[in-house]
Nanobody, 114 residues
């Protein structure tokens, strides 16, 4: 069994930056893609970005250029660098492995407000 633990969220002002981390523990033998998702108040959980084992990345079109997903295989960790944050980025951010049947974690809260 594998589980993911998100961290790095917090309260920032518009225009600020945050770097989120997703640490994996346990055994994960079939994971070939990792992704970040977010859920804003009153909205559905939405896909943010993904990265494959080869390093290929994809982003929600509206976020490309501000958000960067990366990984450190040696540390079993995936990151999400978020720059030029706006209040619309306020949400709980989650990481997961699409198609791997891993339960959702607690996520990490990101609040952008002045």
């Amino acid at each position: 069994q594998v589980q993911f633990v998100e961290s790095g969220g917090g309260l920032v002002q518009p225009g600020g930056s945050l770097r989120l981390s997703c640490a994996a523990s346990g055994t994960a033998t079939n994971i070939r893609r990792m992704a970040w998702y977010r859920q804003a108040p009153g909205k559905l959980r939405a896909w943010v970005a993904s990265i494959t084992i080869t390093g290929s990345t994809d982003y929600q079109p509206s976020l490309e250029g501000r958000f960067t997903i990366s990984r450190d295989s040696a540390k079993n960790t995936v990151y999400l660098q978020m720059n030029n944050l706006t209040p619309e980025d306020t949400a709980v951010y989650y990481c997961n492995a699409p198609g791997a049947w891993v339960s959702w974690g607690q996520g990490t809260q990101v609040t952008v407000s002045s």
